[in-house]
Antibody, heavy 122, light 107 residues
Framework: QVQLVESGGGVVQPGRSLRLSCAAS????????MHWVRQAPGKGLEWVAV????????YYADSVKGRFTISRDNSKNTLYLQMTSLRAEDTAVYYC???????????????WGQGTLVTVSS | DIQMTQSPSSLSASEGDRVTITCRAS??????LAWYQQKPGKVPKLLIY???TLESGIPSRFSGSGSGTDFTLTISSLQPEDVATYYC?????????FGPGTKVDIK
C-alpha cells in the first residue's frame, strides 16, 4: 500500500534552515510528480511546491520562492524540502502529496502523508 | 496568478439536505479543478478531479460540475460523516492554488 512518511519538522528560530523529508513506498516513486502542501494552525491548505517525476521541473508558491527548494532522490524514493530564511509565517504542518496519475498528468493528490509540524519561533 | 474563492465560507444543514458549495476562479481553468474533504484532525482526501470525476471509493452522493471559472460541489444527501472542511484546488498550471475552504456542519 502507498505510504508517505514525512520527517524533519521541529522548532526552529527565525532566519534558520530546516530540511524536510518524505519517504515514499508502495508505488513507483520515480513515475510521479510530487508536491508539498502546508497548513498553518487553524488555517486552510496552501500549496507550496511541486517537482516533476524526473526532477526536471520545479515550481514554487510566491510565498516561498527563493527560500525553499524542492528536490527528490528517486534512488532512495525520497522527496525533500529545503527551507531557508524561515519566518514565523512558515509555521505549519507540511504534507507531501502524490499525484494520482503518473508522468506529469495533473489531476490532484490521491495520497497524502500525515504531515510534519514546523514551528518557527524564537 | 489566478485566485480561487469559495462560497459560502461555512454552512450548517440538516441530515439528508442537499448541500452546494461554489468555487470560482479569477480566470478560466477549463476543467482543471479538484475537490478535497478534510475532516477535523485528519489529512485531506481527494473527492473529485477534472471538475466532475468522482475519485474511486467516494460515495456517489458527492458530485462536481462546472468548467471555466465557476464550479460546484454537491452533496445530494448530507450525512453526519460529511462534517468537514471542503477545499477546491486549481491545477491547470502552477501555482496550484487552493480555495479558502468551506466548513460544513450538521444542524
Amino acid at each position: 500500500q502507498v505510504q508517505l512518511v514525512e520527517s524533519g519538522g521541529g522548532v526552529v528560530q527565525p532566519g534558520r534552515s530546516l530540511r524536510l523529508s518524505c519517504a515514499a513506498s508502495g508505488f513507483t516513486f520515480s513515475s510521479y510528480d510530487m508536491h508539498w502542501v502546508r497548513q498553518a494552525p487553524g488555517k486552510g491548505l496552501e500549496w507550496v511546491a511541486v517537482i516533476s517525476y524526473d526532477g526536471s521541473n520545479k515550481y514554487y508558491a510566491d510565498s516561498v520562492k527563493g527560500r525553499f527548494t524542492i528536490s527528490r532522490d528517486n534512488s532512495k524514493n525520497t522527496l525533500y524540502l529545503q527551507m531557508t530564511s524561515l519566518r514565523a509565517e512558515d509555521t505549519a504542518v507540511y504534507y507531501c502529496a502524490k499525484e494520482k496519475f503518473a508522468y506529469d498528468i495533473l489531476t490532484g493528490y490521491n495520497y497524502w502523508g500525515q504531515g510534519t509540524l514546523v514551528t518557527v519561533s524564537s | 496568478d489566478i485566485q480561487m474563492t469559495q462560497s459560502p465560507s461555512s454552512l450548517s444543514a440538516s441530515e439528508g439536505d442537499r448541500v452546494t458549495i461554489t468555487c470560482r476562479a479569477s480566470q478560466g481553468i477549463t476543467s482543471y479543478l479538484a475537490w478535497y474533504q478534510q475532516k477535523p484532525g485528519k489529512v485531506p482526501k481527494l473527492l473529485i478531479y477534472a471538475a466532475s470525476t468522482l475519485e474511486s471509493g467516494i460515495p456517489s452522493r458527492f458530485s462536481g460540475s462546472g468548467s471555466g471559472t465557476d464550479f460546484t460541489l454537491t452533496i445530494s444527501s448530507l450525512q453526519p460523516e460529511d462534517v468537514a472542511t471542503y477545499y477546491c484546488q486549481k491545477y491547470d498550471s502552477a501555482p496550484f492554488t487552493f480555495g479558502p475552504g468551506t466548513k460544513v456542519d450538521i444542524k
